[in-house]
């Protein structure tokens, strides 16, 4: 039987983190009242005009450098008609043939090795509004918040094979974006979207299938659930002895497949034609310059780094260095640990990474670029110095932290007001040790009888008479020395 | 003088007036509403009385406070009803836009407003701006006051026969192929196409965005001069107005034209009514009186203008006008689905806009864009180099506005490209963008007046006023 191989190329759109949209001054948040933030230009009104937002031109430059494109010196933007109700102009201000970048590429970090996806284009242009179908009234409701809210679209070529490096793609292109500040890629609120183009051919055919364009993948499951029928669809075409059609399908994930929306046949012409309310725009080299000082240090770079300089796994890596906010934190946080308690930058980082993961990241809010934490990153770094100070132990540290959090309190401060400085006068540890022997002969007999796993019940009780404040090498030196005593 | 005296005597003439004391605002307004209210030429779609007497009241209000009274302080003007003014019905004169009434000023009527003009009324309109003749507006049609027989031109026909006939001293209407110089020449009043970008377009109903330029009309030069002076400068809401320096435009008008060279289209003469021809080579021979020197220019690539911009002005118009689809303003028709509703509430369009759009879309189609579209701006970009070579021996090209005097109603009825051609003379400045003055040269056929049109290089608006104050004398 003929062996098949996908062929697919993904058309990301990814909303630019500005405050205001494109072509006006309203507000892009999400989530505000319906048709709250609208004004006559993003509502398409008579005589109403675009004046393009530089700062979402300036991110949109940005992403092609961090994306390796070549940003154009002259570009300009395009109407696409149609007529849609959710479309206030009946046109989409977008770019057809002076995209803001062209080329670049990503490459793909696979279990089985890298693959490079090039990248065609990535344009600018305005999102359209949102639709909703009222069921009781039957309806259509249009919110034009979101309308006029600024887009890149990152086109890729046709380099992906399989709907895991589909999702992989997407998943390094989502990091990329929220690493370089463009876009904060949240899926749930619509910043980033996906279309894609898929055909099949027998496995090592050179020439490209027949292709289907799938609409409405707006999850990273749902693009690897919507590819993977799309590809078995086309090959029980195939293997059936039709032939593909080229189309439009929409993915139902409630049904888990997907539907014709439209054939080739119908396919509109968008009669794009230069926006004459726009001139063109002129980047000169300083102002490109400027872009691409701002690419920051993207994601595979940091967490190789983080591996290598500060001491951790690929894992804590990966989890540390999945937001930029939470990975600027870990690292200010051994930094300062590495400084304040004169360790080797490799030993706070792993220090840190653990404590992290272990204390604070259940705490941490991550939303679009920003991110909160229960304590400093300062504040962190000297609780952990108290510990390598030898000041408390690891498991008061552990106690310090949500007191810190929840009173706003520097861990040298709770550790003063509460009493919790570790105890490690050999005089008082040894009463504390004579003590608990004194009070479980039995477990002492059991012990001396060369049952040594009871020691660690030596330990809990000595800690725990000493309210966890002992130092727990010289309780462990003590009992030794008292329990080798006959 | 009497309110009556002021009004007739001019924008610049009430202006002072209300400055000085002489006049009171009020009285301006009430004496321009008496005359709107007369309209006998259809020339008004809209008259805002409560509005005006408020601002008539406010401009009396901000004097006593001792505020500087603005250049237009209680001058009653109307706006053609393709601009923006806020709380006050706009149509354009479609039936897409009819009952809509905008929530924000357009910027040019904002400026008059600060200035202190008071807006009495909207003046009718061919639909959208798409006419010569002001017959294709939805609610009938404007006569020309010289004679209720013919048309005022158009597409400000109701601009310009507002001026004419008296009920405000000026008015502002819209040019985007000559809508503002045509019915200027038909109507016997000075009418201004600026440079493209000089006036902000936000607010003005958009027909073909690369070409509309909104312009004033006034019965002299100085007082269409003082109107470009309030209207003009950049607006950050535009992103195609210019940041060149607004000059002194109303002093222009008195600087004269002894060493002005004036490029002569021989050709647009030999075309135009002998009548009308005569009237225009009277008019350069009171600038060779005053100083000015005559050289013949010819604009080779004039004759492709008429198909480049019957091509570029409807592609642009039918997607402008694609928001005009009842869904967000204006009427919407009902129908059982989405694509049925946008048909019958677009069938509401008039003959001649359906036209327009239909060849724009034509015009835009993949596969014949470059054909069509990208053939008629190679024709616009040869225009304007005509134009630089013309001013590398002038300083401005005159010649006659329209090739006739106005003609009756109903004369081009069903011959579309017979009213196209009442476009020919102004088309060529609208493609490349240059200022162009229509100034009245006289009676010619019929007794009705002919009209000389001036053309200089972009942003030169001062020689305009400086030739045309001297064209045409008050």
New interface residues.
């Given amino acids: 039987m003929t062996r098949f191989e996908a062929v697919i190329g993904l058309e990301v759109h990814a909303q630019l983190s500005t405050r205001t949209k494109l072509f006006c001054g309203c507000s892009t948040a999400y989530g505000a009242a319906p048709n709250t933030q609208v004004c006559p230009t993003c509502l398409g009104l008579p005589g109403a005009l675009p004046a393009p937002n530089a700062a979402a031109i300036a991110l949109a430059a940005r992403a092609g450098f961090a994306l390796g494109c070549t940003v154009a010196r002259q570009t300009r933007f395009d109407r696409k008609s149609y007529f849609y109700p959710d479309l206030p102009k009946g046109y989409q201000i977008s770019q057809l043939a002076l995209p803001l970048n062209e080329g670049g590429g990503l490459t793909v970090q696979l279990p089985e090795g890298e693959r490079r996806v090039r990248l065609t284009r990535i344009h600018v242009e305005e999102d359209a509004a949102k639709s909703a179908h009222d069921a009781a009234s039957g309806a259509t409701l249009v919110d034009f918040n979101r309308a006029g809210v600024p887009l890149v679209e990152i086109v890729s070529e046709p380099d992906l094979r399989s709907p895991d490096e589909a999702e992989a793609y997407l998943r390094q292109l989502r990091d990329v974006l929220l690493f370089a500040g463009v876009s904060d890629g949240n899926l749930e609120e619509g910043s980033f979207r996906c279309d894609a183009n898929v055909s099949i051919r027998p496995l090592g055919s050179e020439t490209l299938g027949t292709r289907v364009e799938l609409k409405n993948i707006n999850s990273f499951r749902f693009v690897r659930d919507a590819l993977a029928y799309e590809i078995r669809r086309q090959e029980a075409v195939v293997r059936g002895g039709g032939e593909v059609v080229r189309e439009t399908r929409s993915w139902n994930p409630e049904r888990g497949e997907s539907a014709s929306m439209r054939g080739k046949e119908d396919a509109e012409d968008y009669r794009y034609f230069p926006d004459p309310d726009l001139p063109p725009l002129a980047l000169d080299d300083a102002w490109l310059a400027a872009r691409e000082a701002e690419v920051p240090e993207l994601p595979t770079a940091l967490r190789a780094r983080f591996a290598r300089d500060l001491g951790m796994t690929a894992e804590d890596a990966r989890v540390l260095g999945a937001h930029p906010a939470l990975a600027r934190y870990v690292e200010d946080a051994a930094r300062t640990l590495a400084a304040e308690a004169d360790l080797p930058l490799g030993a706070a980082g792993k220090k840190m990474a653990n404590v992290v993961q272990a204390e604070l990241l259940r705490d941490v809010t991550l939303h679009g670029h920003e991110a909160s934490f229960p304590v400093s990153a300062a504040a962190l770094a000297a609780l952990l110095a108290l510990v390598e100070a030898g000041t408390i132990n690891g498991k008061i540290a552990k106690a310090v932290l949500p007191v810190m959090r929840d009173e706003g309190l520097t861990a040298a401060a709770v550790v003063a007001r509460d009493g919790l400085a570790q105890v490690s006068d050999t005089g008082a540890i040894d009463a504390l040790v004579a003590e608990v022997v004194a009070a479980h002969p039995a477990q002492v007999a059991q012990y001396r009888s060369g049952k040594r796993a009871v020691f660690g019940f030596f330990m809990g009780q000595v800690m725990k008479r000493s309210q966890g404040k002992a130092n727990p090498g010289a309780v462990k030196e003590a009992l030794t020395a008292q329990l080798a005593q006959e | 003088m009497s309110a009556e005296r002021l009004l007739a005597a001019g924008v610049a003439a009430a202006a002072e007036a209300v400055r000085e004391g002489r006049v009171s605002a009020r009285e301006l307004v009430e004496v321009a509403l008496a005359r709107c209210g007369e309209d006998a030429h259809g020339a008004l779609l809209h008259v805002d009385a409560e509005g005006a007497r408020a601002a008539a009241d406010a401009v009396a209000a901000a004097r006593r406070a001792g505020g500087a009274p603005g250049a237009l302080a209680g001058v009653p003007l109307a706006i053609k009803d393709n601009?923006?003014t806020r709380g006050v019905p706009?149509t354009?004169a479609t039936r897409l836009?009819e009952g809509?009434v905008?929530?924000?000023d357009?910027t040019v009527v904002a400026r008059l407003r600060e200035a202190g003009a008071v807006i009495v009324a909207k003046a009718n309109l061919d639909e959208l701006a798409m006419g010569s003749s002001s017959e294709t507006s939805a609610f009938g049609p404007v006569r020309n006051p010289l004679d209720p027989s013919r048309v005022p031109g158009g597409s400000s026909g109701g601009s310009a026969a507002a001026v004419a006939a008296g009920m405000t001293p000026g008015a502002l209407g819209s040019d985007t192929g000559g809508s503002v110089r045509q019915p200027a020449a038909f109507c016997g009043v000075v009418g201004l196409k600026p440079t493209y970008g000089r006036v902000s377009?936000?607010?003005?109903?958009?027909f073909?965005?690369?070409f509309d330029v909104v312009g004033p009309i006034a019965r002299t030069v100085r007082d269409t001069a003082r109107l470009l002076g309030v209207m003009a400068g950049p607006d950050?809401?535009?992103?195609?107005s210019a940041d060149a320096p607004v000059e002194a435009y109303e002093a222009a008008a008195e600087e004269g034209v002894s060493t002005l060279r004036v490029g002569v289209l021989r050709a647009s003469l030999d075309a135009a009514e002998p009548g009308v021809a005569a009237r225009v080579v009277e008019s350069l021979g009171r600038l060779v009186s005053a100083g000015a020197t005559l050289v013949d220019v010819d604009l080779p690539h004039a004759d492709r203008a008429l198909s480049a911009y019957y091509l570029l002005a409807p592609?642009?118009a039918?997607?402008n006008?694609?928001?005009?689809?009842g869904?967000?303003?204006g009427p919407r028709a009902s129908a059982p689905d989405?694509r049925g509703t946008?048909e019958a509430t677009r069938a509401g369009f008039g003959a001649e806009v359906k036209r327009r759009i239909l060849l724009g879309?034509y015009a835009?189609?993949?596969g014949y864009?470059d054909q069509l579209?990208g053939r008629a701006q190679r024709v616009r970009t040869r225009v304007a180099r005509d134009y630089e070579e013309a001013f590398a021996r002038c300083h401005v090209v005159a010649g006659p506005t329209a090739p006739t005097v106005a003609f009756p109603l109903g004369a081009h009825a069903g011959d579309p490209m017979a009213m196209y051609q009442a476009d020919l003379e102004t088309l060529p400045a609208s493609l490349a963008g240059l200022p162009a003055l229509s100034v009245p040269a006289g009676a010619a056929e019929d007794g009705l007046p002919a009209g000389l049109q001036l053309v200089a290089p972009a942003f030169a608006e001062r020689r305009l006023f400086a030739a045309g104050a001297v064209a045409h004398p008050t």
């Fill in positions: 601009l923006c706009t354009a836009l809509w905008p929530p924000y357009a377009r936000r607010g003005l109903v958009a073909a965005s690369s950050p809401e535009d992103a195609t592609a642009e039918s997607s006008l694609a928001r005009l689809d869904m967000r303003f989405l946008h879309t835009l189609r993949a864009r579209y």
